[in-house]
């Protein structure tokens, strides 16, 4: 161990080691780093499309969005289980299927959903969707970068963290009605802003 010669409180001599150098970062702290990355990707290119799956079986559309918010946990929790070799979004709807089945239980509903070849065949098409860029995804995209900061601050903590309106509310110092209120808008707001932007870009208003 490298030291220096320093005196004692009584003058002698002693020896003080230096401090040892800040060790580089953790191989598993990298790994962790790169997971974490993969999988903020991989759920931001199905997320649309889950949720359209979850709501063909949700009655409702924000049960569709709690339904949603459970698959992303379940998501990020087994996320070890994940092939990376493999396309991601049929491990999703896999997971997804299991949620839905879940809520129904959960509240005794007798309702009407997909199950078996009709759950698969759903399944099915929205991998082929997923498959093809639409002109819908990316004019989403383009309408996203468009938000404000605020808006995209909503959400963020809605989707990508998975937040309640009220944790949300919380967090920013809003009521839960105004979040909700928020929320809303901005969903409807880049529906219509993806909708003129499909328009401009179709062949036919060219």
């Known amino acids: 161990m490298v030291s220096v010669v320093g005196r004692t409180v009584g003058g002698g001599l002693r ?3 230096l ?3 800040v060790d580089p970062v953790p191989e598993q702290a990298l790994t962790v ?3 974490r990355a ?5 759920w931001g290119g199905v997320q649309n499309s889950l949720l359209a799956y979850i709501s063909a079986s949700a009655p409702q559309f924000s049960d569709a969005e709690d339904i949603l918010q459970e698959v992303a946990v ?6 070890d289980e994940y092939d990376p070799t493999r396309p ?3 491990w999703a709807l896999w997971i997804a299927k299991f949620k839905i089945a879940e809520f129904y239980r959960r509240r005794e509903r007798r309702q009407v959903i997909l199950v078996g070849d009709a759950a698969d065949g759903l399944a099915e098409a929205c991998i082929e969707v997923h498959e093809r860029l639409s002109d819908e995804q990316i004019a989403i995209e383009q309408c996203l970068g468009r938000l404000t900061d605020r808006s995209r601050e909503l959400l963020n903590l809605r989707y990508a963290e998975g937040m309640s309106s009220s944790e949300i509310g919380t967090r920013l110092g809003m009521s839960v009605r105004y979040v909700r209120v928020a929320l809303s808008r901005i969903r409807t707001m880049l529906t219509e802003c993806a909708q003129a932007t499909v328009s401009k870009q179709s062949p036919l208003n060219a």
């Open 74 to 79: 379940e998501v990020a929790v087994r996320f």
């Open 15 to 17: 020896k003080i080691p």
């Open 88 to 90: 991601f979004l049929p």
């Open 33 to 35: 780093a790169k997971s």
């Open 19 to 21: 401090s040892t150098p």
């Open 38 to 42: 993969l999988l903020a990707r991989n």
